[in-house]
T-cell receptor, first 115, second 117 residues
Framework: DTGVSQDPRHKITKRGQNVTFRCDPISEHNRLYWYRQTLGQGPEFLTYFQNEAQLEKSRLLSDRFSAERPKGSFSTLEIQRTEQGDSAMYLC?????????????FGDGTRLSIL | QQQVKQSPQSLIVQKGGIPIINCAYENTAFDYFPWYQQFPGKGPALLIAIRPDVSEKKEGRFTISFNKSAKQFSLHIMDSQPGDSATYFCAAHDRGYSGGSNYKLTFGKGTLLTVNP
């Protein structure tokens, strides 16, 4: 049973560049979440997919951020025109959507550093 | 607006001690309360979780105590070991306006636990 996989693990880029991260959830999981974690803080919710539908976006997700899950499997998170404040760990999680609560399982994240 | 308040920020115990981490919440729409353990450079890993209709849950050396009326819950780690040294996060599931459960997680700020040998 493979866990949530994220790629790349680390990304260093110059301010103003665009970056894209990929998340592969656990295979049978239909729900996928993106979170952002800064140093010394807990993860903060960014957005949520059920299958291919993006059902919720946090106010943290500015217009420069876009997320997709085109076939209800893997997801991508793109940040355009990166800023210093975008430096963070971007975490992906997945869960099996049922009528009862199912735990969210996290990947090891992509650490973004903006020079 | 911090919806889940976690304390202490850091905690040091000796091997074999019982660290206790506390969390409090305000939002009565929270309906599921997981705890996560995170090591440096890794993602959060689920430890144990509880629903508000249960007052206590044990899994191995980890116990959650839940007080619904006080809107507080805590994590106890029995017989703590140096390998338990990590950051621990409490969290809460929010139903959100999608109407379904298992929606987004709201996390506390974390507790850095150090277990000395």
């Amino acid at each position: 049973d493979t866990g949530v996989s994220q790629d790349p693990r680390h990304k260093i880029t110059k301010r103003g560049q665009n970056v894209t991260f990929r998340c592969d959830p656990i295979s049978e999981h239909n729900r996928l979440y993106w979170y952002r974690q800064t140093l010394g803080q807990g993860p903060e919710f960014l957005t949520y997919f059920q299958n291919e539908a993006q059902l919720e976006k946090s106010r943290l997700l500015s217009d420069r951020f876009s997320a997709e899950r085109p076939k209800g499997s893997f997801s991508t998170l793109e940040i355009q025109r990166t800023e210093q404040g975008d430096s963070a760990m971007y975490l992906c999680a997945s869960s099996l959507g049922t009528r009862t609560n199912q735990p969210q399982h996290f990947g090891d994240g992509t650490r973004l550093s903006i020079l | 607006q911090q919806q889940v308040k976690q304390s202490p920020q850091s905690l040091i115990v000796q091997k074999g001690g019982i660290p206790i981490i506390n969390c409090a919440y305000e939002n009565t729409a929270f309906d599921y309360f997981p705890w996560y353990q995170q090591f440096p450079g890794k993602g959060p890993a689920l430890l144990i979780a509880i629903r508000p209709d249960v007052s206590e849950k044990k899994e191995g050396r980890f116990t959650i105590s839940f007080n619904k009326s006080a809107k507080q819950f805590s994590l106890h780690i029995m017989d703590s070991q140096p390998g338990d040294s990590a950051t621990y996060f409490c969290a809460a599931h929010d139903r959100g306006y999608s109407g379904g459960s298992n929606y987004k997680l709201t996390f506390g700020k974390g507790t850095l636990l150090t277990v000395n040998p």
